[in-house]
């Protein structure tokens, strides 16, 4: 008798063993890897903390032309969920989870899902190439955000309801933030406002102050303009009366005091938002910068035109 008891009770404290673990498994947290900086701070925004969000490569990279590393390989067989851009900026993630095997077994989230794409404006070689920069802006960043809530909910439905609850209230901090650069510019006089970028990025941020690029000096990003691509952008910039030319932090200063020298024109730094740390603060720390040197630019521009 006292066997069978002994028997019962072990096997009572296997099966609630057993359940626990299921029930852990059940409720386990998605490992979600991320492809750039934006898509680090939208999905930490909206998981809050019902899920891990880690970086699938480390800051300490340049993301253009990046060569897959062991560590990344190891670190991409631990995911559950892949958020990527897939509209060309982060085509080693792919190479990454190849490497690893795990193509096929990680969920991919493509963050552009749906999102209306710009060709890159102001090429200096003439192709028309769509532009993967979509989280240099608020407006094309929302969508994304939505996307990103959206396929982790179908992922996680215990936490589906959250997911939307928090990307609701991170884009409307995202928004009120936009409109506070909006009203700055409300009573500005019309402007006939022409810019020139070293990188054919920034489409997106512009296009929100319905502004468009007249040249871009970097023919392709991470390739230094030539000699003769120079004269031309100098060319350019001149024909196009540009007033503004706005500069990335790593290009080199010697091709920007080159233009500035040449053209007259006044040289303003925006951001990539790619090559800070991986913060849930991240995205909007950079959109506001942006939006303040642009905003910037148009406010000094109009005070400029009515001397």
Same mark, same amino acid.
Request: aromatic share 8%.
């Given at each position: ?61 340049? !993301? ?20 990527? #851009?897939? !509209? ?7 190479? !990454? ?26 090429? #200096? ?11 240099i802006s !608020? ?23 959250t997911y939307?609850?928090?990307?609701? &209230?991170?884009?409307? &901090? ?43 000096? +970097? ?19 001149? #024909? ?48 506001r910068a #942006? ?12 005070? +400029?035109?009515?001397?």
């Amino acid at each position: 008798m006292k066997i069978a008891l002994r028997f019962a009770a072990a096997l009572a404290l296997l099966l609630t063993a057993a359940a626990r673990a299921e029930d852990a498994s059940a409720h386990k947290k998605l490992r979600i890897g991320v492809t750039l900086v934006p898509y680090f701070s939208f999905t930490a925004n909206i998981v809050g903390d019902l899920a891990e969000v880690v970086p699938l490569i480390g800051t300490a990279y340049n !993301i253009h032309g990046y060569q897959p590393q062991a560590a990344d390989i190891e670190n991409a067989m631990t995911l559950d969920v892949l958020v990527v #851009n897939g !509209i060309g900026h982060d085509e080693w993630a792919f190479e !990454i989870l190849d490497a690893a095997q795990m193509r096929d077994k990680i969920h991919l989230i493509y963050a552009n899902k749906g999102v209306a794409l710009f060709p890159v404006a102001g090429r #200096n070689d003439g192709k028309e190439v769509l532009n993967p920069h979509t989280f240099i802006s !608020i407006s094309s960043s929302v969508p994304q955000i939505y996307n990103i809530a959206e396929e982790l909910g179908q992922l996680d439905p215990d936490n589906a309801a959250t997911y939307r609850e928090n990307a609701r &209230k991170y884009t409307a &901090k995202l928004r009120r933030i936009k409109a506070e650069y909006m009203a700055r510019l409300e009573g500005l006089d019309e402007l006939d406002f022409r810019c020139a970028t070293v990188h054919g990025g920034y489409d997106y941020l512009l296009h929100e102050f319905g502004l468009t690029v007249a040249a871009v000096i +970097e023919p392709n990003h991470g390739a230094k303009p030539t000699a003769s691509q120079m004269s031309e952008t100098i060319e350019q910039i001149k #024909n196009a009366h540009v007033q503004v030319l706005f500069s990335e932090q790593d290009f080199p200063d010697d091709f920007v005091e080159t233009i500035e020298r040449e053209t007259g024109v006044k040289v303003r730094h925006l951001s990539h938002l790619t090559a800070s740390e991986y913060t849930p603060e991240a995205f909007e720390q950079g959109i506001r910068a #942006n939006l303040e040197a642009l905003s910037s630019a148009l406010l000094d521009i109009n005070v +400029e035109e009515k001397k």
